[in-house]
């Protein structure tokens, strides 16, 4: 059933840019968010270019924010694009990530029109690795060196999940839209 444990909501930058610019400037997620460019005030928009990403709310607490999700390289010829998703550490290892990883991938794939998800693994995230796994992405390469981080170039595992294999494993789950507030 979706809003099992989480809603998911279109990203404001006047409403959820403080959540953000939390995180990034935390140090905790330095891997996630990548050479983000500086954070200054207009920055915001960075982070909602096409307005397609996502703030995540657990619906036991709901009045905190407790992670986001990112769509960037958005392939719309070829209807691919890659996900990233985030969640606070206190609401870590609740399957919040993914139960929302779910909701947005089915949002991505049957209300966005996209055939193919990404997500860019590092293979020491374990996390990472166990919710995409869990949402049914599935291994598709291995990009040799392509992250660099720690004085050096990192392989990155390159998952995918294709709307045919969302739609087998999650028959009955694709119907309601899983985004509030959409137009
Ligand atoms: C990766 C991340 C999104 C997982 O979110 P989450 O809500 O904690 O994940 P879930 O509770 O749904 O956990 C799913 C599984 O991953 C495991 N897991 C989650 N975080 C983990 C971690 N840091 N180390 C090891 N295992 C972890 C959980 O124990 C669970 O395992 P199980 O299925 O065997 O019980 C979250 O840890 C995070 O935001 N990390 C920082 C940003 C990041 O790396 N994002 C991914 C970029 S692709």
Redesign the pocket.
Same mark, same amino acid.
């Given at each position: 059933m979706f809003n099992d444990k989480v809603r998911i909501i279109p990203y404001e930058a006047e409403t959820h840019w403080a959540y953000i610019y939390q995180w990034y400037h935390s140090g905790?997620?330095d891997?996630?968010f990548g050479n983000m460019p500086s954070m200054d005030a207009n920055a915001a928009s960075t982070f909602n270019k096409g307005g397609v990403n996502y703030i995540i709310i657990d619906v036991n607490d709901v009045s905190k924010i407790v992670?986001m999700a990112s769509i960037n390289m958005i392939e719309e010829r070829h209807r691919n694009c890659h996900l990233?998703?985030?969640? /606070?550490e206190s609401?870590? %290892?609740?399957?919040?990530? $993914?139960? @929302?990883?779910i909701m947005i991938v089915n949002r991505i794939l049957n209300y966005d029109n996209m055939f193919k998800v990404i997500?860019?693994? /590092?293979p020491k995230?374990? %996390?990472?690795q166990?919710? $995409?796994a @869990?949402v049914g992405f599935e291994q598709e390469s291995i990009l040799k060196q392509d992250v660099y981080y720690d004085g050096e170039f990192h392989d990155v595992i390159r998952m995918k999940i294709t709307k045919g294999m969302f739609n087998k494993k999650y028959k009955s789950r694709r119907k309601k839209d899983p985004v509030e507030g959409h137009k």
């Open positions: 905790k997620y891997h996630f992670g990233g998703t985030l969640i /606070d609401y870590q %290892g609740k399957k919040i990530g $993914t139960e @929302a990883t997500a860019r693994v /590092d995230n374990l %996390g990472s166990k919710v $995409t @869990a």
